[in-house]
């Protein structure tokens, strides 16, 4: 059931959805310090292999050293240039393009062409910035922040669903990408209410029963689970699917947000991990991800049902994202021209969350205190 039993605030106001103030203090209290989910194991599976990203304007290149994954900043102390422009790629030593200097996994240079050029140098050539790395089941990330805690402790109950199966059991169906028009709050909101569901995803996405659902807020970040309205015969197809790769996968969904833009989705045998990046008071990019369970002892019938079931969940996901992505562009233009104050039910509290996680990472006390009066004497009683 639901943690409220009433009616909550709406704790932001409409502008707080496209202003550039709040979005720099956003990016600068909430974002940059945070862990970033960036790639996945299938993305540097083998020793040698690495990718690049962006994070924030930022070059990072993740390698893979022997199995573990180090993130490095991709510029190279010689004379800046990029240590590589791939996407990804694999290279038996870790080599800048330009003129080939090499680094061990600290990040200290190993072989320099025609080192005795550089001489002398005192101290040596400086190291490659490191930045730190946490893998949690088929899922990297990376912060750029040394004194970022770990995930865990934000967020305990995120454990729960990393450590379920590790991370080589999780075969990679499919990633892609969404650049939508609506501020990164328009799309975290809509993905962890299920009010919408009976209205936007008829056909597609529906909940047994209300009192079936369950919240949980923590500090960090917040629960939903739900059993998925099916008909019989889809249910039976499922769970026989999933009985052949794992005994007892549980049908039942479940909803991990992490506080602000990680969101994890559990159901049968399939994973699916969304992050949101804000591109601008008004744009957002959403990076989706889903896996699919192989079975301990894989079989070749076991890796086609894998792959099978991969491609059915991914057209599943995309068609309910396809359906919320129609509904942005208006909600966006709503934010945009709003007089309300809004008002949230106890159905979408967990929006209410994590409105109650910006406001108060942001210091928007003086947010609250301009909500009318109403508003107020509910929050504080
Ligand atoms: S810029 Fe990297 S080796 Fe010269
Ligand atoms: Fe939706």
């Known amino acids: 059931m639901f943690v409220n039993q009433s009616k909550l605030p709406h704790l932001l106001l409409p502008e707080h959805y496209s202003s550039q103030s709040q979005h720099e203090v956003e990016l600068e209290t909430m974002f940059r310090p945070q862990w970033h989910w960036v ?163 008829t056909d597609s996405f529906r909940f047994e029963p209300e009192d079936e659902i369950e919240h949980e807020i923590h500090d960090g970040g917040t629960i939903m689970r739900a059993t998925i309205h099916a008909s019989p015969n889809a249910m039976r197809f499922s769970r026989w699917v999933t009985s052949q790769l794992h005994p007892d996968c549980s049908p039942r969904y479940r909803m991990y947000h992490l506080f602000p833009h990680l969101f994890l989705m559990r159901a049968d045998a399939m994973l699916q991990a969304m992050v949101l990046m804000p591109t601008s008071p008004i744009t957002c990019r959403a990076t989706v991800s889903v896996f699919v369970l192989r079975r301990e002892q894989e079989t070749a019938w076991s890796k086609w049902l894998t792959r099978f079931w991969g491609r059915i969940k991914t057209s599943a996901v995309k068609k309910i994202l396809a359906e919320d992505a129609s509904l942005y562009p208006g909600i966006q233009m709503g934010m945009e021209h709003s007089p309300f104050k809004g008002c949230v039910s106890a159905r979408e509290e967990l929006v209410h969350a994590l409105q109650n996680h910006v406001a108060e990472k942001c210091g928007l006390q003086a947010g609250r205190d301009v909500l009318p009066e109403d508003c107020r004497r509910e929050m504080s009683s």
């Open 39 to 201: 790639g996945s194991l299938h993305d540097a599976p083998d020793d040698g292999d690495f990718f690049t990203r962006e994070l924030f304007g930022v070059p990072i290149l993740v390698r893979n050293h022997q199995g573990a994954y180090h993130c490095f900043l991709n510029v190279c102390p010689h004379r800046h240039s990029t240590l590589s422009n791939e996407r990804c790629g694999s290279s038996p030593t870790l080599k800048c393009q330009y003129h080939g200097w090499e680094f061990n996994v600290d990040g200290s240079s190993g072989r320099i062409p025609d080192a005795k050029n550089f001489r002398p140098m005192s101290g040596g050539p400086e190291c490659l910035k490191k930045f730190s790395v946490s893998v949690h089941g088929p899922l990297i990330f990376v912060s750029l922040h040394q004194s970022c805690p770990p995930l865990t402790d934000q967020f305990k109950p995120f454990a729960t669903v990393t450590e379920e199966f590790s991370g080589d059991r999780w075969a990679h169906a499919e990633t892609w990408h969404y650049d939508f028009p609506a501020n990164w709050k328009v799309v975290a909101e809509n993905t962890v209410e299920s009010y919408h569901l009976e209205s936007v995803h």
